[in-house]
């Protein structure tokens, strides 16, 4: 049995102001979110259809489906959802490759590069303060638990660069070839907003303009999507870093 | 001024049955109407807030922006929207390399794997015949008029297959490096569903299975996104045709 408030403070966090002003997100599907307890996230509340789910009873609350579609940010809702505190980011590593992105507004987007980051052993995240919010049900719900291994930090991208005298690399569609680009293995790579790229200011802080060849005969698609330039950048320098 | 009966239509071009049945599919947008126009895409309808349009007079409609909002598709509607004819796919070339996709559910993701094909120059797409229509518009948006450039079939890929003794890669969590395997110059390469991979069938028709390995020190990420995998191994099949 659910309350109406404890249904009013869930759909709540589907808004950012919300979940800042609980310091609370919600993640859906049974995977995810022992995925997200077994990784030392603190679990405030669990509400499911099942009666177990990975060992939680503490916080447990066992609902009816109607009730779980009440809740539920999904149309086809999962056995259970939860809520979760939001936890600090921890202090940036700046002495291997972090991923920066300047201003990505799509979750799926924001979802999948979390993945790709995870995949490829990339620790850091760091995302401009307009960039899409990574406890959005939408991005929780993409990343497919690799949130909790990757440390993403939202800040003011330029201070950053501007304080880390590090390498900054940035992806356009005129830059020099990513295949022909040394092993990067240390500094910032940027990638822009899906519609307008990289912001003027942090353009102007980038040493290195990389590229994506295009290959097709009428060179005339306009650009790719963003999470897959980040998987095209991010596996060729993996092939690389093993190439040594 | 646009009549109900057109609304109706219009609307009903969101499933594939009437796609089927009108032969018809609708497109959004200036820049990819004006492209599939470009393309030679035969357009029955345009219904368009602007008095002009990529210079199309007669089958130009003007309408108002809530007659706009009835029949969009989008929740921030563009300025107009087209209703094309479906064309007929071309013979498939097998004497190059084919992206076959085996099940592919989600209609962003083959929207992307179509801009992918285009920017890396694969000129045939060919899809289990489960797998999302390529007219669905959230395909149509997502390809961002790459549609017009890359020839997709819905066919039976083990018949295919079976028909053509070509060699036939698959993707998988356990084949070989995709950073080992030499150029590919001719043959299918298989991406399977979302979920589920490559269904068992084809399965067994795949000579030569390839992976993308993983970088991560916790080696707990269970997938990538599908679209993110075809962009990978088009971009290092591209790299390797280059460095010959």
Redesign the interface.
């Given at each position: 049995m659910i309350s109406n408030s404890q249904i009013k403070i869930i759909k709540s966090l589907r808004q950012k102001k919300f979940r800042v002003l609980h310091n609370q997100f919600i993640a859906e599907g049974d995977k995810t979110i022992i995925e997200l307890i077994k990784s030392n996230y603190k679990l405030c509340n669990l509400f499911s259809v099942n009666p177990k789910v990975g060992g939680v009873t503490n916080e447990l609350t066992q609902i009816t489906p109607i009730e779980l579609k009440k809740i539920s940010n999904l149309s086809n809702p999962k056995d259970s959802i939860a809520v979760f505190e939001i936890p600090q980011a921890n202090i940036i590593d700046y002495s291997s490759v972090i991923i920066g992105l300047d201003n990505i507004s799509d979750p799926?987007n924001l979802g999948?590069i979390i993945?790709?980051c995870?995949?490829?052993?990339i620790q850091d995240l760091i995302c401009s303060l307009d960039t899409v919010d990574c406890y959005n049900p939408k991005v929780v719900q993409a990343s497919?638990?690799?949130l909790s291994?990757v440390n993403i930090s939202y800040i003011n991208l330029e201070s950053v660069i501007k304080n880390n005298k590090l390498p900054v690399y940035g992806t356009y569609m005129d830059g020099e070839s990513v295949?022909k680009k040394a092993l990067i293995e240390k500094g910032i790579i940027l990638f822009g907003n899906e519609a307008n790229g990289i912001s003027l200011e942090l353009s102007k802080c980038i040493n290195h303009k990389i590229s994506?060849?295009?290959?097709?005969?009428?060179q005339?698609?306009?650009s790719?999507?963003v999470?897959?330039?980040v998987?095209?950048v991010l596996?060729?320098n993996?092939?690389k870093?093993?190439?040594r």
């Open positions: 799926g999948t993945r790709l995870d995949w490829f052993g497919m638990g690799s291994r295949y994506i060849p295009r290959f097709g005969d009428l005339k698609t306009e790719l999507n999470a897959n330039t998987a095209i596996s060729d993996s092939r870093s093993i190439e």
